[in-house]
Nanobody, 125 residues
Framework: VQLQASGGGLVQAGGSLRLSCAASGATLDYYGIGWFRQAPGKEREWVSSINNNGDTTDYSDSVKGRFTISRDNAKNTVYLQMNDLKPEDTAVYYC???????????????????WGKGTLVTVSS
C-alpha cells in the first residue's frame, strides 16, 4: 500500500487544518492508520490512530480534544481534523498503515510497515 499525506500549510494559532492520507495499491479496509509528527530537532511523536473500520480511535494527550481522526474507506482515505492549533503543533505530519483487523489501534511507530511522505504544518503565534 502506498500512502500520501496532504493538507498541510501555514495557519495562525487557533486555526484549523484537515490533513488527508490517501492510499493506493490496496484497499484500506484491512489497515489501521496512525498519524505521527516530527518537529525540527525532535523525535517522531505519535498523534492519533484509528482501527480498520473506524470504530476505535486513540489520541495523544497533547492533541486530545482538539484533533479528530476519521476515515472514509470508500474513498480509501483517512483524515485528521486539527482544530485550535498551537505553535507547538508545528511539525511534519506523516500517516502510516498496518494490516490489522478488529478493535486494535497501534501507537508504536516501529510497528507500522507502510509510511507516506509527510506534509508540513506550520502554526504561527
Amino acid at each position: 500500500v502506498q500512502l500520501q499525506a496532504s493538507g498541510g500549510g501555514l495557519v495562525q494559532a487557533g486555526g484549523s487544518l484537515r490533513l488527508s492520507c490517501a492510499a493506493s495499491g490496496a484497499t484500506l479496509d484491512y489497515y489501521g492508520i496512525g498519524w505521527f509528527r516530527q518537529a525540527p530537532g525532535k523525535e517522531r511523536e505519535w498523534v492519533s490512530s484509528i482501527n480498520n473500520n473506524g470504530d476505535t480511535t486513540d489520541y495523544s494527550d497533547s492533541v486530545k480534544g482538539r484533533f479528530t481522526i476519521s476515515r472514509d474507506n470508500a474513498k480509501n482515505t483517512v483524515y485528521l481534523q486539527m482544530n485550535d492549533l498551537k505553535p507547538e503543533d508545528t511539525a511534519v505530519y506523516y500517516c502510516a498503515a498496518i494490516m490489522s483487523l478488529g478493535a486494535i489501534v497501534v501507537v508504536e511507530s516501529d510497528e507500522y510497515p507502510y509510511w507516506g511522505k509527510g506534509t508540513l504544518v506550520t502554526v504561527s503565534s
